[in-house]
């Protein structure tokens, strides 16, 4: 299915269900992991704006291994409960940070990232798949409504792959 533009609104509320329809749109029928996931990140890259960095972390034993993604090079493995990623796997909750620079043991892939948003992947047992993880250069890019809409979407995708 070929990409089709799409004009994202400014209001919160409505760009994230706009959003969501576009992650049903670019995943469905799909069943494998990597695809479906390969694909939300372009969509995220797409949608969001002030973002350097949109991807996954997937859990592999006792550590998150890197999935799909869009921006710089980045960390390929994280240990549960260490830097922002590995804090919202271990607390199973979403984190918001609006200066990782006062994130005790923030993981910097990228040194032009300022704010960080990480959002896990439950299943329907409540455990942890993986995690979305988006930063951006602007401190304070995140809020409430993009925390809501997020977790939102990382629903959908998590029953994606979930099967």
């Known amino acids: 299915m070929a ?3 799409v004009e994202y609104p ?3 509320g409505a760009f994230y269900a706009l959003l969501k329809e576009q992650l049903e749109k670019y995943t469905e029928n799909e069943t494998d992991e990597t695809a479906i996931l390969a694909n939300a990140s372009a969509v995220l890259g797409i949608a969001l704006k002030d973002i350097n960095w949109v991807g996954f972390y997937m859990v592999k034993g006792e ?4 999935g799909p993604f869009q921006g710089k090079p980045a960390v390929s493995r994280i240990g549960y409960g260490k830097g922002v990623c590995g804090t919202g796997w271990a607390e199973k909750r979403t984190q918001l ?3 990782v620079h006062c994130f005790a043991g923030h993981i910097a892939c990228d040194c032009n990232s300022n704010a ?3 959002v896990p992947l439950l299943n329907d047992a409540g455990e942890v798949l993986g995690v ?3 930063d951006s250069p602007v401190s304070g890019r995140f809020d409430g409504d993009d925390l809501d ?3 939102a979407s990382a629903a959908l ?3 994606k792959i979930a099967g």
């Open 3 to 5: 990409y089709i533009p």
């Open 10 to 12: 400014a209001e919160k």
């Open 63 to 66: 550590e998150l291994v890197l």
């Open 97 to 99: 940070v609006a200066d």
């Open 116 to 118: 960080e948003i990480v």
């Open 132 to 134: 979305l993880d988006i």
């Open 149 to 151: 809409g997020l977790e």
């Open 157 to 159: 995708l998590a029953k």
